[in-house]
């Protein structure tokens, strides 16, 4: 069974605080992602990893960084926490087809 | 880029109805399209999928169909239950495993 752990489910923050979320995968796929999850918005790519230390911008990256250091750890960064970023987030992966993602059981973050 | 427009976003059926969920697509290049679906608290999870040289698949009480002339494939569930209750994304993938871009969400209720 594939496993994606996203350790925090559920943040409260303030605003201009640092958040980190963390997502770990058991499953030694190469491509992580984050998502962002909103009500009549679907969900919106906010970055990518091929690879260790590699990334990719998504379709929203503005306000966000992530960090792979480690092939089964892909971190999403909030340097600067906005109220406009209260979401549910989800990491998600993908083995070298691309074809099934797995997602994680998401984060929900509330910025206050 | 990629545009998936998805209807209806809430759908209510009576126990034992058919439901159908449409989506539409813009990029003529795209060439698999998955289903997932999403229960209360947790992440996406897939259901079905087609690929674009198929134009109907079928699994147990849940098909899913392609056209590609019309830029447009939908979701059938037959013999609907309660379990059933749940939001479902569309999706559909052009280019690498990156490019995957999801619908808006239907949120469907099978009331007993």
């Known amino acids: 069974d594939v496993k994606v752990t996203q350790s925090s489910r559920y943040l409260v923050k303030r605003t201009g605080e640092k958040v980190f979320l963390e997502c770990v995968q058991d499953?030694?796929?190469?491509?992580m992602f984050w998502y962002r999850q909103d009500p009549g918005l679907g969900l919106r790519l906010i970055y990518f990893?091929?690879?260790?230390?590699?990334?990719e911008k998504g379709d929203i990256p503005e306000g966000y960084s992530v960090s792979r250091e480690k092939k089964e750890r892909f971190s999403l960064i909030l340097e600067s926490a906005s109220t406009n970023q209260t979401s549910m987030y989800l990491c998600?992966?993908?083995?070298?087809?691309?074809?099934?993602?797995?997602f994680g059981e998401g984060s929900w973050l509330t910025v206050v | 880029g990629e545009n998936v427009e998805q209807h209806p976003s809430t759908l209510s059926v009576q126990e034992g109805d058919s439901a159908v969920i449409k989506c539409t697509y813009s990029?003529?290049?795209?060439?698999?399209f998955p289903w997932y679906k999403q229960e209360l608290g947790k992440g996406p999870q897939l259901i079905i999928d087609?690929?674009?040289?198929?134009g109907e698949k079928k699994d147990q009480r849940i098909a899913v169909t392609l056209n590609k002339t019309a830029k447009h494939f939908s979701l059938h569930i037959t013999e609907t239950q309660p379990e059933d209750s749940a939001v479902y994304f569309c999706?559909?993938?052009?280019?690498?495993?990156?490019?995957?871009?999801f619908g808006t969400g239907t949120k469907l209720q099978v009331i007993p």
């Open positions: 990893s091929y690879d260790v230390k590699m990334k």
């Open positions: 087609i690929r674009s040289n198929v």
């Open positions: 998600a992966i993908t083995g070298i087809s691309g074809n099934t993602i797995y």
């Open positions: 999706a559909a993938r052009s280019g690498g495993y990156q490019k995957v871009t």
């Open positions: 499953m030694d796929h190469e491509n």
């Open positions: 990029d003529s290049a795209s060439n698999y």
